[in-house]
Each structure stands twice: as C-alpha cells, then as structure tokens.
C-alpha cells in the first residue's frame, strides 16, 4: 500500500506546486529575472496563466509513477534494513537507517525522473530561449541601420517543442539517448541527500510531534511535519538543482555547458556563488504546502487501508 498512497500523495502534490516550479526553472535558467515576482509578472504578462502550467501533462501522468516508486522503495528498503539488522521489519529504526533509506530512494526515481525533467525543463524555458534568439543584438554591425527597407519579416516559426512527448521524441532524434539524460549527473546528486534529509527530517518531526501515549501524531502534526521536511529537502537540494536545470535547458540552441563541472565553474564565475541559491526562497515557499499534502494525503491513504484491513 506503500506504493499506493505515494501515488495519491504525488499527484496532489504536483498539483499544488507546478505554477511555482515553472517560475523557480525561469528563475534559474534565465539571468534576466531580477526576483520572484518579476518573473511572474513578466510570465502572466507574456503567457498569461497557461504559462504558469507549461509542460504539466508529462509530469501530471508521471508523478503517479514516481512518487508511488519513491515512497514504495524508502519502506521496502526500511523494512529490510530493519529485518538484517534487527531481526524483523517492524522493529523501530535508527536515524542512520531512515537516512540510508531515504537516500536509495532518491537514487531509484531518478532512472524514471530524468527524461520528464528533460521534457519540462525545456518546455517551461522554450519561449524565453526563442526570444533571445529572434532578439537582434544591441552592438556591432548588425546595429548599423540597413542602408534600404528591410523585405516583409514572415511569421516567427512556432514553439520547437509543440508538447511533452513530442519533446521528448525531438530529444532523443536530435541528441540521443544521452539527450534525454542530461544533467542526470546532478539529478543523482541532488535527489539522493535530498530525499536522505526529506525522509529523516519527516521521521524525527513526526515523533517530537506525537502526543505522549500515542504512536502517530495528529493531522496538524503530519502536516507540519511534512511542511517543514519539505523546505529541508530543498534547502539542502537548491544549489545542485540550479546545475540541473541549466544543463537541462542547454541544447535549444548553442550549447554553454561541457559538463556538471564546466557548468558550475561558468555559472559561478559570471554570476557569482549567490547563482547557486537562485530559487531558494522559491523552493521553500512551494515546498511547505505541497510536502503538507503530500504527507497528508499519504497518511490518509495508509490509515485507511489499515482500518479496512483490521
């Protein structure tokens, strides 16, 4: 049931934090956001509030997947875990088992992860790309007025990625496989002590709010719990999330980036160490009520079947 109510837990999440994620991937990928809400503005302003959900059906039809494999993988790992080292799995674990766990987890979800967050990078940071693009420069020869009228300027071509799938499929025919993994390398590193730091920080939350002479806490308890384990998990990921979106968006047009570190040395040396906190109070802010729901709906759906089986 584990896997079940992951499920359940992701897809209301996902629900919730999508229009947040799309301005936290802009912020990220686009040096000309000075803040939050100039990139909102500036995203309702340009796409309205279809902008907001740009590249969600992938992830609506996945996150089902993924969030049912990572809650599914952090119990079963847990339970043998306890069952080596204890001698049954309901025995109460350490905070090293919970953290080993949780870190498993993370590395399972990015083989299904990878390609999805692939297709919505490059969905969500498409129209951005293509403006730069189409935008002349403000210097050398091209500035110098033409001589005579320019001819009639035909219609800008439409979106290079027309959906999810089709991104997908113009990926892996333009780029290969490798295309379709990009920035894997730091979604491994971030996915793992991120989902370390998400589970433990929700297990330790969890018990110092549980009433005395009771085994869980409350629904206010869950939901704070999974909040506050929320913001902790991004707090720890932001910096390498940043790295992974950027590697992700590069290939639209020229490639800037030869690798994770190459990616790193660039963005800091002409931005600055503060680069790789961009998002971070984005993160947080999403965070909090889409772990609250998360947790919430994942205990509900646990509870449940509990009762129905006893």
């Known amino acids: 049931m ?9 897809v209301c999440g996902v629900a919730v934090g999508y229009p947040l994620d799309t301005v936290k991937v802009r912020i990220q990928t686009e040096p000309k956001y000075t803040g939050i809400w100039h990139c909102i503005r500036d995203t309702y302003r340009q796409e309205r509030v279809w902008g907001f959900y740009r590249g969600l ?17 952090y119990r079963h790992c847990l339970a043998h ?17 919970i953290t080993l766990s949780g870190f498993a987890s993370g590395l399972v979800r990015v083989f299904l992860t990878s390609p999805t967050e692939v297709a919505k990078v490059r ?10 693009q189409r935008r002349p420069s403000a210097s050398g020869p091209s500035a110098v007025p033409p001589p005579c009228p ?32 990009k920035g894997s390398s730091a979604l491994l590193l971030r996915d793992g002590h991120s989902f370390a730091t998400y589970f433990l920080s929700y297990a330790v939350l969890c018990e110092l709010l ?34 992974k979106s950027r590697l992700q968006a590069d290939g639209q047009g020229q490639r800037r ?36 729901v998360i947790f919430v709906a994942y205990e509900a759906v646990l509870r449940l079947t509990r009762g129905l089986l006893t």
Not at 2 to 10: H, K, L, S, Y
Not at 57 to 73: H, K, N, Q
Not at 123 to 132: E, W
Not at 272 to 288: E, H, I, M, Q, T
């Open 210 to 243: 549980t009433p005395a002479g009771r085994s869980q806490p409350d629904v206010l308890g869950v939901l704070l719990a999974g909040g506050c384990a929320g913001v902790l998990a991004w707090a720890v990921a932001t910096p390498v999330d940043v790295i």
């Open 57 to 73: 059906s992938l992830p609506a039809c996945t996150v089902s997947l993924v969030s049912s494999v990572s809650f599914g993988t």
């Open 257 to 292: 980036y030869r690798g994770l570190v190459h990616c790193v040395v660039t963005s800091v040396r002409e931005e600055g160490p503060r680069v790789l906190f961009k998002g971070l109070s984005l993160n947080c802010c999403r965070a909090f009520p889409v772990n609250m």
């Open 123 to 132: 969905l969500q940071t498409q129209t951005q790309t293509q403006m730069q």
């Open 2 to 10: 584990d896997f079940v109510a992951g499920a359940i837990g992701g």
């Open 150 to 181: 320019a001819p009639p300027v035909s219609l800008a071509p439409g979106p290079k990625y027309r959906g999810p799938l089709h991104c997908l499929a113009t990926v892996a025919r333009e780029e290969g496989l490798r295309g379709l993994y």
């Open 81 to 97: 875990i306890c069952r080596f080292r204890y001698g049954r799995t309901d025995a109460k674990p350490a905070k090293a088992d």
